[in-house]
């Protein structure tokens, strides 16, 4: 979709994410997510490709600015992990050693801004699912994957992702710490033999690596699932 053909409901709906973002102003990166509260009222986001309303009419003006002032969503309960950004140089790595293609789908567990399955489908054409608990980070986003020009090929839910069914993946990234790499594992393990796992920083416990490469002051691992669990990852 080009900017000529996008409709004045899409507009008015991403003029509404737009004004919560600045009015929560919490587009920079490397902040913890504030603490657990009751859930906000919530701004719908169209999904990628979807009409922005069921009846294609905008939204009346009285939306624009009485959501946007009390709108603070948060996380309906506290995040297992704050959000940190990965630097990009580490994202460019991670998705090199997982060689994403245009016939991957790949799932960051923990997307925060959403920048590794963005820069899959943007320099690789890889169709992205990003999974995250804070509802903050996936207006993000949403929004920065449409302004990437991948709202098609890439969105992003606010979800638990020890709750989510992953099944469909063939690539998974996470940069989340030891313990939760190790509480995922099993999940991970049951995906198709060939999906690969990459981290940035954190390891899989007794499951070694296939590869791992420094970068910076990061350290990025490569797991392949395997046809056949070894006994000790049974
Ligand atoms: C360290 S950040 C990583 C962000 C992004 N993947 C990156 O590498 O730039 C971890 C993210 O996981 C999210 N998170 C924490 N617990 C979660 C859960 N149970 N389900 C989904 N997301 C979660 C946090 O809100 C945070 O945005």
Redesign the pocket.
């Known amino acids: 979709m080009t900017a000529r053909q996008r409709s004045p409901a899409w507009a008015a709906s991403h003029l509404v994410l737009a004004c919560g973002l600045l009015v929560n102003g919490a587009c920079g ?1 490397g902040q913890a ?1 504030p603490p657990p509260a009751a859930p906000g009222p919530e701004v719908s986001t169209p999904a990628p490709g979807a009409s922005p309303s069921a009846t294609g009419a905008p939204p009346p003006a009285a939306t624009l600015t009485s959501i946007a002032p009390t709108d603070t969503p948060r ?1 309906e ?1 506290t ?8 630097p990009q140089a ?2 460019d790595v991670m998705l090199e050693m997982a060689r994403v293609g245009e016939d991957d789908v790949l799932y ?9 399955p963005i820069t899959a489908a943007r320099r690789w054409g890889t169709r992205g699912i ?5 509802p903050m ?1 996936v207006r993000e986003a949403n929004l920065a994957a449409f302004n990437a020009g991948v709202h098609e090929r890439v969105r992003f839910l606010v ?6 069914d992953i099944s469909e993946a063939t690539v998974v ?4 710490l030891p313990d ?1 790499n190790l509480r995922l594992r099993p999940k991970l393990l049951r995906l198709a033999p060939g999906t690969r796992i990459v981290t ?1 920083n954190y390891h899989m416990g007794d499951w070694a690596p296939d590869a791992h490469r420094i970068v910076g002051d990061s350290v990025v691992y490569l797991w392949t699932v395997p046809d056949t669990l070894p006994p000790h990852l049974r």
């Not at 995040?79 to 990965?86: R, S």
């Open positions: 990166t997510p996380p309960r995040p297992d992990v704050v959000y940190v950004a990965t580490v994202v960051d567990l923990g997307s925060g801004d959403g920048r590794i990003g999974i995250e608990i804070h980070r979800a638990d992702m020890f709750e989510m990234t996470l940069y989340l939760l940035h």
